[in-house]
């Protein structure tokens, strides 16, 4: 079949996707729209990749400098100040809920904070400067949904359209496109990456989708009440085997076995009667964590390594890790947000790994360090914690829902001992952010009740954005 009538089919598919999930009754602001495009892009590729002429094959790079990472481009720049701005002008004018959120989430505001004060002992401040204004457009994302009349609705309506775009497409770009859906690695390996520009990048992407997937068909499946409940399920039930099938392609060890042991242990939560007992779910928390902990570091034999794909040195992991180490900077301050990667560090760790162009130390607590020292990993324990409390706090409330963010936080915790996902633009990131907020009880409150609320920030929001490309 040729591409362009496979292409109109799978477009017809998405449509029916959206016309399954459709719930009227669920209300959210169009200005919604505006963390989804954010969102589609951070679980993708940025605007500029989309737009490269032709395949674009990893052994074909031409030998790169690291000077190339200093460098930004105009086009991901101009998108990235539309959205910003957009944001920005919706959290103006929510700003009383805003306000209530930020003070009810003050370790997440000491965090950013932090991370911004880190940018003036940077060897590249300006650098630096400008990749924390990308993370404080995470957070602007994050607030544009939670702030929401409903987050709740506004949660599920935010999974369902990145995953209705971003999964299909993958599908079609690997199978049909392949200049596109496909490039190769530096050992002339083939690598399946869909929307996204490498392997690991589509399955952390497909992991977070996977989970947000599988909590909306438990969440059905529970429901017996709820109308039209079957062809919600249906649609999440294909997305969820989509993602099942991209996770194959990609061969993505570290997202698959994180997917399967959250996904386990969100479906425990949801389904099994025995798990409504806090005291349990704290025992299967730890439970989890320690089974990723005891097979990555602890595990003599390494069959547990070896059952999915890895070795002992985790794929020269170790390696990383070691070398990452001594050049580290300050132990106490690091070297500043997202600098460590820059200049003579980057060209030394490409040294000491030739033909593999790293840039990210493959565990994001290492990461942290580097970048922050001890005190950016102590304010991301604080995160971290008090973050745990709130998901708790929640799953008092609403065990669907609780649940839903436990497993997120579950997947972040554990995709980061073999990954650096606690940084800028990471899909892994953004949701452990929808995940440890705490919304403000008023706000919470009136989320249950559903209340039909008229928000106008969407307009606002829509004008900034074509005043700002007028500008341009």
Request: hydrophobic share 50%; aromatic share 12%; charged share 15%.
């Amino acid at each position: 079949m040729s591409s362009p009538i496979v292409t109109v089919l799978f477009v017809a598919g998405i449509f029916g996707l959206f016309f399954l999930d459709r719930d009227p009754q669920a209300k959210t602001s169009k200005a919604l729209w505006i963390p989804v495009v954010w969102f589609l892009i951070a679980g993708s590729r940025p605007v500029s990749g989309w737009l490269q002429a032709g395949p674009l094959p990893w052994a074909a790079l031409p030998a790169a400098s690291a000077d190339e990472y200093t460098e930004s481009n105009p086009i991901n720049s101009l998108i990235f100040l539309t959205l910003l701005l957009a944001g920005l002008v919706v959290l103006a004018h929510r700003g009383p809920r805003v306000t209530r959120l930020l003070k009810v989430n003050l370790p997440l505001v000491c965090f950013f904070s932090y991370c911004a004060l880190s940018t003036v002992w940077s060897e590249y401040p300006g650098i630096a400067f400008r990749h924390w204004m990308r993370s404080f457009g995470d957070l602007v994302m994050v607030l544009a949904v939670m702030t929401e009349m409903n987050p709740g609705a506004a949660l599920r309506r935010l999974i369902a359209r990145t995953g209705f775009l971003l999964l299909p497409i993958s599908v079609l770009l690997i199978k049909y496109y392949t200049n596109l859906g496909q490039v190769y690695s530096y050992l002339g390996d083939v690598m399946y990456t869909g929307v996204t520009q490498h392997k690991n990048t589509l399955g952390s992407t497909c992991m977070i989708l996977g989970l947000g997937f599988l909590w909306r068909f438990l969440e059905s499946y529970r429901t017996r009440s709820e109308r039209h409940r079957e062809r919600r399920m249906m649609a999440h039930a294909t997305c969820f085997a989509m993602v099942g099938w991209l996770l194959w392609m990609a061969k993505s060890a570290t997202s698959s076995s994180c997917l399967f042991m959250t996904g386990g242990f969100l479906a425990v939560i949801t389904l099994c009667g025995f798990a409504r007992k806090l005291a349990v779910v704290h025992l299967l928390m730890v439970l989890l964590v320690s089974l990723a902990l005891f097979a990555l570091f602890f595990d003599p034999t390494g069959n547990l390594l070896q059952s999915v794909g890895r070795d002992s040195t985790l794929t020269g992991r170790v390696m990383v890790w070691r070398h990452a180490l001594s050049l580290a900077g300050n132990p106490v301050f690091g070297t500043g947000f997202e600098s460590f990667w820059l200049g003579s560090r980057l060209q030394r760790m490409w040294a000491y790994f030739p033909g593999d162009r790293i840039n990210q130390a493959h565990n994001g607590y290492l990461e942290v360090y580097l970048n922050l020292g001890w005190c950016g990993l102590a304010l991301l324990a604080v995160l971290l914690g008090t973050g745990y409390r709130n998901i708790i706090s929640a799953l008092r409330r609403d065990r669907y829902t609780g649940a839903f963010r436990l497993a997120y936080y579950a997947a972040a915790v554990i995709y980061n001992l073999t990954e650096a996902a606690f940084r800028m633009g990471s899909f892994t990131w953004i949701f452990l952010l929808l995940a440890v907020v705490e919304v403000p009880t008023v706000a919470g409150r009136r989320a249950e009740r559903s209340e039909p609320v008229v928000d106008h920030t969407s307009a606002f929001a829509f004008s900034a954005i074509s005043r700002s490309q007028e500008a341009v």
